[in-house]
């Protein structure tokens, strides 16, 4: 009787970004979402129309964000730009830095993706409450209440997200230790003063694009000084285990 021979198994090796690649994806979409910002930021500074001051409830809600739709309309078409931007650095940016498989680096990258997440449902739920006031028609208290737990949800999902990414970030010299802290303190520590004093919510809008500004130029920099950085071990670079 005669036997076949069995066909040896063929395996699909998981084709994986490696740290050199990350790099230069990460700094491109650093400086992606650095452009945007800046754009959204010139639109604000033209028009005075900002996105912040429609994430909370206000008194004067709908007349405001009636007259000023045109331009909400095309901040938030950069913002959805942006948004995607910033998902992509941070998926990236651990890679890059070797630190992919850190467990609180792990969830910090799901959170800022859940952040994006809710960044497109408050895009679209803006543009929705915009056009509703555009054409008279009544808009429930509810919808502006609803937009305000939405917002602020989302901001606070990504101090934790910022918070969990910092932690598990390299700290093994002191630049490294500097960005560590820049990425994860400011941003929550303003969302903490901005809802116990509403007074300084314009105050802290203005801080947080210039702490966004300030974390993607410094990431920059980071990224740069690790794509000149020797190369580690081949297991290593993978994975973002100690070689």
């Known amino acids: 009787m005669q036997v076949k021979a ?18 230069r994806l990460a700094t491109a979409l650093a400086a992606a979402a650095a452009t945007l910002l800046t754009a959204m930021v010139a639109i ?24 000023g739709a045109p331009a909400l309309r095309a901040i938030v078409a950069l913002d959805a730009l942006f948004l995607i931007a910033y998902a992509g650095f941070f998926v990236m940016l651990p890679r890059a830095l070797g630190v992919a498989a ?5 969830l910090g990258v799901r959170a800022m993706l859940a952040v994006a997440v809710l960044d497109m449902i408050e895009d679209h739920h803006l543009l929705a409450v915009a056009k509703a006031a555009e054409a008279g028609l009544p808009v429930d208290g509810a919808m502006l209440e609803l937009q305000h737990v939405l917002s602020q949800v989302k901001f606070h999902l990504s101090y934790l997200a910022l918070a969990f990414l910092a932690l598990g970030l390299p700290r093994a010299t002191r630049a490294e230790r ?21 007074a300084l919510e314009a105050a802290v809008g203005v801080g947080r694009w210039g702490a966004f500004m300030s974390g993607f130029g410094a990431a920059i920099v980071m990224l740069r000084r690790a794509a000149r950085a020797p190369a580690p071990a081949a297991g290593a670079a993978a994975t973002g285990a100690p070689a």
């Open 178 to 198: 500097a960005f560590a802290w820049m990425i994860g303190l400011p941003l929550p520590v303003m969302g903490a003063l901005a809802w116990a004093t509403p």
């Open 6 to 23: 069995r066909a040896p198994a063929v395996t699909h090796a998981r084709r994986m970004i490696d740290p050199p690649a990350a790099n």
């Open 44 to 67: 604000t500074a033209a028009t005075g129309v900002a996105q912040e001051p429609f994430e909370v409830v206000r008194a004067d809600y709908l007349p405001a964000i009636a007259a």
């Open 102 to 106: 850190e467990p609180l680096v792990r």
